[in-house]
């Protein structure tokens, strides 16, 4: 059974930074598209960024191009997402997904097999 447990969400300022992880259990990360969503309150849940197995193909919601970096290392079994200059529109619930293909997360609908708990980020004005 694939476990995902997501760290790092907090309280910062606007234009500060966090880096959120999510540790997977339960199967090697190295066959797996890792990615993250978000959902903020009175909004549906969104696409944020997803990298794949290999790490050679990134894709990125146009909101946060440019300021927040994917990333995995397959030998910790970890997902990473970057965040810099927050702003107060990123406050949300943040989730970690793991799915064995990587045009089912980036696609529409999104086809999700693994899901995080969630993390709360809140970025203040």
């Known amino acids: 059974q694939v476990q995902l447990v997501e760290s790092g969400g907090g309280l910062v300022q606007a234009g500060d930074s966090l880096r959120l992880s999510c540790t997977v259990s339960?199967?090697?990360?190295?066959?797996?598209?890792v990615g993250w969503f978000r959902q903020a309150p009175g909004k549906e849940r969104e696409f944020i960024a997803a990298?794949?197995?290999?790490?050679?193909?990134?894709s990125y919601a146009d909101s946060v191009k440019g300021r927040f970096t994917i990333s995995k290392d397959n030998a910790e079994n970890t997902g990473y997402l970057v965040m810099n200059s927050l702003k107060p529109e990123d406050t949300a619930v943040y989730y970690c997904?793991?799915?064995?293909?990587?045009?089912?997360?980036?696609?529409?609908?999104?086809?999700?097999?693994?899901w995080g708990q969630g993390t709360q980020v809140t970025v203040s004005s």
């Open positions: 997904i793991a799915n064995l293909y990587f045009d089912q997360v980036v696609g529409t609908p999104p086809k999700i097999d693994h």
């Open positions: 339960g199967r090697t990360l190295m066959q797996y598209t």
């Open positions: 990298i794949n197995w290999s790490g050679r193909s990134i």
